[in-house]
């Protein structure tokens, strides 16, 4: 099955960045709508060779000015910083902005193959009387009931035919782990953290440096991260290909606002 992780998705939406660039970016011209018009339409294109469900998409505002995008997977939205978007920004600039929206839409197919994995596991479970597959399956119908019905019915019509590798499906199963049942919260790692600095605590930025490990190396994250590099190595040879680039995952955008639960 095709997921955004494959070179064939990769190489369609850094296509499209590139139009996006040369159209509007690399002038500085076009309205804040036109630019993410072109952006959003890049990721649906996307979605639709992947399966995912259309996500919807709206102005962050001004909470967090340096966040690109969140995605909830309550709402089934993706939220863009359009102060950022309808803004300057150079090579660099660009490539971090799409990247981060990459990143975001993969927490959409992340959430989506989980819905669809969950639903299939909970079909399979729907005859058994023993006591710890009905708990299996009323936690795993719990957890997956935060996201939208109209997402988990779809799902659950795919159900009966999802069929991934068992590399994705190990892959899908840790992403569950990590996102419903054991979730690293970074925003009250950060939270707790700051309420030290009242407390002229030495150690703070130590902390954050901690808090961001632990939350870069949760098996969804560490994915998102990796299919953003995934993005942003397709995209330096397109727009800068005068030689080799380290790989980027973020820039100065700070973490911790990638993704809502």
């Known amino acids: 099955m095709i997921t955004m992780a494959d070179q064939g998705c990769v190489s369609l939406y850094a296509d ?40 919807t998409f709206s ?45 975001e839409a993969r927490h959409a197919e992340q959430h989506w193959l989980i819905a669809c994995l969950a639903s299939s596991a909970i079909i399979s479970m729907a005859a058994s009387l023993d006591p710890q597959l009905m708990q299996r399956r009323e936690e795993l119908t719990k957890n997956i009931g935060v996201i939208p019905k109209n997402i988990t019915s779809r799902a659950w019509g795919e159900a009966v035919r999802f069929n991934p590798s068992l590399e994705l499906r190990e892959k899908i199963k840790k992403w569950y782990e990590s996102a419903y049942t054991h979730r690293f919260d970074y925003r009250r790692a950060l939270a707790d953290i700051d309420s030290n600095i009242a407390n002229n605590n030495p150690f703070l930025n130590d902390l954050r440096e901690q808090a961001y490990r632990s939350y870069k190396s949760s098996a969804h994250e560490a994915d998102a991260f990796d299919v953003q590099g995934l993005v942003h190595n397709k995209l330096y040879h397109m727009l800068m290909p005068r030689g080799p680039s380290p790989i980027s995952f973020g820039g100065n955008y700070p973490p911790g606002d990638l993704i809502v639960f």
């Not at 309550?74 to 600039?93: F, P, Q, R, S």
Request: aromatic share 12%; hydrophobic share 40%; charged share 20%.
């Open 16 to 55: 499209k960045m590139v139009y996006c660039w040369n159209t509007y970016f690399k002038r500085n011209i076009g309205s804040v709508n036109d630019r993410v018009y072109l952006l959003t339409l890049a990721v649906n294109e996307v979605h639709i060779r992947c399966g995912v469900p259309r996500i």
């Open 59 to 103: 102005d962050l505002g001004n909470k967090s000015p340096t966040t690109i995008g969140t995605f909830d997977r309550t709402a089934w939205h993706m939220k863009l910083n359009y102060a950022v978007i309808g803004g300057y920004v150079d090579e660099n600039g660009f490539m971090l902005m799409a990247e981060a929206i990459y990143h």
